[in-house]
Nanobody, 123 residues
Framework: VQLQASGGGLVQDGDSLKLSCEGS????????MGWFRQAPGNEREFVAGISWDGSSTFYANSVKGRFTISRDNAKNTVFLQMNSLKPEDTAVYYC?????????????????WGQGTLVTVSS
């Protein structure tokens, strides 16, 4: 599976942004997907995850109620809609998959990673 993330950019406090991650390979539609982020000086952390069929979603407490993960298996794409962005959301965002049908929230359990897209939220 190859993953290509896009959609990052510079926004202001309170703005919205939508990230996309397009995957290739026959197993994409059978695999759970996740979004992770890494701010300078911090470890990579789980943001949101979605099961292979979209029936289950999971969020970090810090983004719950503001971010929404979704997927379109017909287009091999997973999305992260980010609303009410805060300066502390500034990070490089990565999409990843454990290559399994269920979500894994630990970065070390991810098998494939996208290249990352930078989100900067100014105050």
């Amino acid at each position: 599976v190859q993953l290509q993330a896009s959609g990052g950019g510079l926004v202001q406090d309170g703005d919205s942004l939508k990230l996309s991650c397009e995957g290739s390979g026959r197993t994409f539609s059978a695999s759970a997907m996740g979004w992770f982020r890494q701010a300078p000086g911090n470890e990579r952390e789980f943001v949101a995850g979605i099961s292979w069929d979209g029936s289950s979603t999971f969020y970090a407490n810090s983004v719950k109620g503001r971010f929404t993960i979704s997927r379109d298996n017909a287009k091999n794409t997973v999305f992260l809609q980010m609303n009410s962005l805060k300066p502390e959301d500034t990070a490089v965002y990565y999409c990843a998959t454990p290559g399994l049908s269920f979500v894994r929230t630990n970065p070390i359990d991810q098998r494939y990673w996208g290249q990352g897209t930078l989100v900067t939220v100014s105050s």
